[in-house]
């Protein structure tokens, strides 16, 4: 039984590192370098004091309705206090003189039997103000994706570079063996060997230039989103995109929310102005108690009820609902400023990639014919019809038009997913 036991445990420890390795060499997404420089960058710390400074705030407005105890005391002196005189006097009888010092100690229990609902439309101005925080946050999280789209199709274009300089090693090899023979043969100079060999050390420094940038570019991907990428780290190239037309952008949420944050800021103007009733208990101690004709230290209470309504707010009410009205206006000037910045934009965009589709369908063409005067410059090479310099020339134009290619696809595919970020097509 424990043999089984530890066969099946050293089996589930195969799996499970066979399922780590398994995702350690696949291939980096874009869509997971978004959500990792999201969750790696440290503003994303941010939404959790919003929360919590929502929390606390709605909390303490709740509260509003528990009641409220107040302790307060005084101490005074007066110049002149309350007499009682009679225009005659009468024998054995004498008033009491109250005293000029006088004090006091006691505490009020407050509770709230009608605010005008004040309490519950704080709460949701906080959550309102919570909810235009967290927008902003949003806002400014979503420009990582054109952070990410830098680094990561820059890696891609360096891979296709790569790849490409190998193929101009090939056929710089292919003429310098056919050039080889001509010298062994006597029939060519050894400078003409050495031309291409010359060309071909080019070729392996371009190499190691474009690996340093793409190392470089791997590093700083990695710090974007917090994982260590090496040189043997691959990124899966995307898919080709089609966006739509639409705008979903969280900018246009942050517009609602702030206009949600006006429409309980109107609110609160009515409720300010609504009147508010309480239930009231006092009871202290002093010197005079609520009998002024005692000049002794006496306790005393007083319960009731207590109505209190404020009409000054009537005088700026309209002023008030004026400058929320003016608040409105802006955002919404700011909201079609937005809009209209983003349709430019992605006009712009779209132009780019109907350029580039149009650029690549004669990169094709261009291609096929320099591959094929390459091959012939190769035969002739070989035949001694042509030197080695007109050979480099048409295997470097071959190169660049292949380099075109690659430039003007990966431009394509980033004008796409530009556009994509745009119009913020993948929100989910």
């Known amino acids: ?219 700083m991907l990695g710090l974007l989103i917090g994982r260590e990428l090496t040189d043997s780290d691959g990124l899966q190239r995307p898919a080709d995109l089609v966006s739509g037309t639409d705008i979903s952008r969280p900018e246009l949420k942050l517009y609602e929310a702030q206009n949600r944050s006006l429409d309980i800021q109107s609110q609160l103007l009515d409720v300010r102005n609504r009147p508010k009733l309480n239930f009231f208990f006092q009871g202290g101690y002093g010197r005079p108690a609520l009998n002024i004709l005692s000049n002794g230290f006496d306790p005393y209470y007083i319960t009731g009820f207590r109505l209190n309504w404020s009409l000054s707010g009537l005088y700026t009410i309209k002023k008030d609902r004026e400058l929320i009205r003016n608040n409105r206006d802006a955002i919404q000037l700011q909201r079609e400023t937005f809009l209209f910045n983003t349709n430019l934009a992605a006009r712009q965009q779209h132009a780019e990639l109907d350029r580039f589709n149009q650029l690549l369908n004669t990169d094709n063409e261009i291609i096929i014919l320099r591959e094929s005067i390459k091959t012939t410059a190769a035969a002739q090479l070989e035949n001694g019809v042509i030197n080695t310099n007109d050979f480099l020339r048409e295997v470097n134009a071959e190169d660049q038009a292949r380099q075109n290619k690659i430039l003007h696809g990966i431009q394509l595919l980033m004008s796409q997913y530009n556009l994509d970020n745009t119009l913020g097509g993948h929100i989910e």
């Open 1 to 219: 039984m424990i043999n089984k036991i530890k066969i099946g445990t050293l089996l589930w420890g195969l799996v499970l590192a066979f399922t780590g390795a398994f995702a350690q060499d696949r291939p980096l997404t874009i869509r997971e370098a978004y959500q990792l420089a999201r969750k790696n960058y440290p503003m994303i710390r941010q939404q959790v004091l919003i929360d919590k400074t929502r929390d606390y705030s709605v909390s303490n407005a709740a509260k509003g309705y528990l009641p409220q105890l107040a302790v307060q005391g005084q101490a005074t002196y007066q110049s002149a206090v309350t007499e009682f005189k009679l225009p005659v006097s009468i024998p054995g009888v004498e008033f009491p003189s109250i005293s000029k010092d006088q004090y006091k100690v006691y505490g009020e229990v407050n509770q709230t039997i009608y605010d005008g609902g004040n309490v519950r439309t704080q709460a949701h101005s906080y959550e309102a103000n919570a909810a235009v925080e967290s927008q902003k946050l949003e806002v400014e999280l979503y420009k990582l994706n054109e952070r990410v789209n830098q680094l990561f199709f820059g890696v891609l274009m360096l891979d296709e570079q790569l790849k490409q300089n190998e193929l101009l090693k090939k056929d710089i090899n292919l003429g310098i063996g056919k050039v080889q023979v001509l010298v062994d043969n006597g029939t060519a100079f050894k400078s003409n060997a050495n031309t291409l060999k010359a060309e071909l050390l080019k070729a392996d420094q371009r190499t190691i230039d474009l690996g340093a940038s793409r190392k470089a570019y791997l590093e």
